[in-house]
């Protein structure tokens, strides 16, 4: 039987050790500051902030080309003849790598492409599903591990809170009027993905510490989160008692596993620092 192998984009955010503990395949997005294309997962996230902090700008974010997918799947097939490569792509709503993956797949056989319609640890939560669920049933088809795959994709939830209203601001997402009103009454945005696009559904007010935890809560009241494993996201310059406290809120709300993920450069060029927020799956 072929060995089955996983493959995704940077913008997951997986953390390292499960992306070598599962031989998950990932193919770097693109920042880019001062004309100078870097590689997502290898540039230090400070350096995003730093360059923020110096210029007022925020870097540009580009996605995975089709000469680096047709790269990816190459280096897959050579180190796993005879494999199935199940990629497992960042939304197409909100970036063109997918359509890059697509067509790149086309020299390819034995690939399937699925749309995630989500990013970080929301891309990160379906990712890791198909991952437990191959381990779990090993001798399971592809083509039935793709169906129970993509069931999840509608039912993965992702709520984040920026950690500047400074990043948004200078990225063009939010007006000059909303962000000087939310500066000054402390308004904090929730973003979520919704069908594969990045809405902002509810705003929250107070500092971090007391918007994390009303975002928390309502998350999850809101969501059936299957109790078994949940996502949280952060960007450098969250406060460690935030940390705690999120997960003082998940071990009460009776999750067995809790996956802290730090947002890397591609994402943090959106959130700013000192993000949150939390994924999973309903059941």
């Not at 995630?116 to 939560?125: E, F, I, K, P, R």
Request: glycine share 8%; proline share 4%; net charge negative.
């Amino acid at each position: 039987m072929s060995r089955i192998i996983f493959s995704t984009e940077s913008g997951a955010d997986l953390p390292k050790d499960l992306v070598e503990k599962h031989q998950i395949q990932v193919v770097p997005m693109h920042v880019i500051m001062d004309g100078k294309d870097y590689l997502d997962g290898e540039l230090p996230v400070e350096d995003v902030f730093d360059y923020h902090g110096r210029t007022k700008k925020i870097p540009s974010t580009t996605a995975t080309n089709i000469h680096e997918y047709h790269e990816l799947f190459t280096k897959i097939r050579k180190d796993f003849p005879d494999s199935i490569i199940i990629h497992i792509g960042y939304t197409s709503k909100a970036s063109a790598s997918f359509q890059s993956a697509l067509i790149a797949a086309e020299d390819f056989e034995d690939l399937f492409l699925i749309d995630a319609l989500n990013v970080t640890g929301g891309l990160a939560a379906i990712v890791m599903y198909a991952v437990t669920l191959l381990e779990e049933e090993p001798s399971i088809s592809h083509v039935h591990l793709m169906e129970k795959i993509e069931s999840v994709v509608p039912k993965t939830r992702l709520a984040f809170l920026p950690g500047s209203l400074d990043f948004l601001k200078s990225g063009g997402r939010v007006s000059n009027v909303a962000y000087i009103g939310g500066v000054l009454l402390k308004i904090k945005p929730c973003i979520e993905l919704v069908e594969g696009k990045l809405v902002s559904t509810r705003k929250y007010r107070g500092s971090m510490s007391i918007v994390a935890e009303k975002l928390m809560r309502d998350y999850l009241n809101q969501y059936d989160i299957d109790r078994k494993q949940l996502y949280l996201i952060y960007s450098i310059g969250l406060d460690e008692s935030i940390k705690r406290g999120m997960d003082e809120i998940a071990k009460e709300a009776g999750f067995e596993k809790i996956t802290w993920m730090q947002a890397g450069a591609m994402i943090s060029t959106h959130a700013g620092p000192g993000g949150f927020g939390i994924a999973g799956v309903e059941c």
